[in-house]
């Protein structure tokens, strides 16, 4: 079975540093998606990046980029210039071939002015 | 409002008692997700559909739940018999899954449910 792991419980960083989310996965699938979510106080899901396991190239979303290592199963998300409202729980996801996703148990982020 | 539309908002119930939520996905969307979440917690995965179709329920959900998609559009999830254990936020989510390429998932934004 697939599982993630989150190992960062909470965070916390100044306004306009770069801070980074850590992730560990475990599947012996080949092709899969892999995700982070931001859940603000509003508890509504929002996908900040997606990334293709196929994909070698790490993906980017403006300030938010990734670092896919996929052999040693690692899925880090890195922030740049953080921002108040990045201020989050924020989830690794995996999505496997039949398109079920498996979340993590989140990294609460405080962006702290 | 094109977005995941989830009913209702808040549900407030006695142990014991039956509810049961609704989910409009997107209306082109084929593939709907259930999602249970639990503060502090990442969503646990209960059961999808494509179109009409179940394909999954977890295996940690009990029989006092049990969804359904009977048309390929909106869903419902029903729990019977609730108990305390069951307070937590429902998460209805959808997608496009044309030829078996994954999409993005939409979320709604929740139905929080608690038992007295």
């Known amino acids: 079975a697939q599982t993630v792991t989150q190992s960062q419980p909470e965070m916390s960083v100044q306004e306009a540093e770069t801070v980074t989310l850590s992730c560990t996965y475990d599947?012996?699938?080949?092709?899969?998606?892999l995700f982070w979510y931001k859940q603000p106080p509003s508890r509504q899901m929002i996908l900040v990046i997606r990334?293709?396991?196929?994909?070698?190239q790490n993906a980017t979303e403006n300030r938010f980029s990734v670092n896919f290592q996929k052999a040693a199963k690692s899925f880090s998300l890195k922030i740049s210039d953080s921002q108040l409202g990045d201020t989050a729980m924020y989830f690794c996801?995996?999505?496997?071939?039949?398109?079920?996703?498996?979340f993590g148990k989140g990294t609460r982020l405080h962006i702290l002015p | 409002d094109t977005g995941v539309s989830q009913d209702p908002r808040h549900k407030i119930t006695k142990r014991g008692q039956n509810v049961t939520f609704r989910c409009d996905p997107i209306?082109?969307?084929?593939?709907l997700y259930w999602y249970r979440q639990t503060l502090g917690q990442g969503p646990e995965f209960l059961t999808y559909f494509q179109n009409e179709a179940q394909l999954e329920k977890s295996r940690l959900l009990s029989d006092r739940f049990s969804a359904e998609r009977p048309k390929g559009s909106f869903s419902t999830l029903e729990i019977q018999r609730t108990e305390q254990g069951d307070s937590a936020m429902y998460l209805c989510?959808?997608?496009?899954?044309?030829?078996?390429?994954?999409?993005?998932?939409?979320f709604g934004s929740g139905t929080q449910l608690s038992v007295l």
């Open positions: 599947t012996s699938e080949n092709n899969y998606y």
């Open positions: 989510a959808s997608s496009l899954n044309p030829t078996g390429a994954s999409e993005k998932l939409f």
């Open positions: 209306s082109e969307h084929n593939r």
């Open positions: 996801a995996f999505m496997n071939r039949d398109d079920k996703i498996i």
């Open positions: 990334q293709e396991a196929y994909k070698q």
